[in-house]
């Protein structure tokens, strides 16, 4: 006869994963709760640069030698 000794060992044998999860809930849980960054982070930047003018995507260009001088002025024209 068994009795306890073999439904103990099944449940003592699992008890540690279920204290895992807790344990790991925690932590996100605290992780989430001081994060200070935006969630969308990303989606903030492009907002911001959504609102760039034409001329100033092109001075970027031109500043980052993306582009030459001539083909600067001409597309400066265009705008």
């Known amino acids: 006869m068994h009795g306890f000794g073999g439904s103990m060992g099944f449940g003592m044998g699992f ?3 279920i204290w895992l999860l807790i344990i790991g ?3 996100w849980a605290v992780v989430r ?3 200070q ?3 969308n982070q990303q989606s903030y930047h ?3 640069s959504s609102k760039e003018t034409p ?3 092109l ?3 031109f500043a980052r030698g993306e582009i030459t001088q001539d083909e600067f002025n001409e ?3 265009k705008l």
């Open 15 to 17: 008890g540690w994963i």
């Open 25 to 27: 809930v925690a932590i």
């Open 33 to 35: 709760l001081t994060n």
């Open 37 to 39: 960054n935006p969630p």
């Open 46 to 48: 492009n907002v911001d």
């Open 55 to 57: 001329l100033d995507i």
């Open 59 to 61: 001075k970027k260009r």
């Open 75 to 77: 597309m400066r024209k």
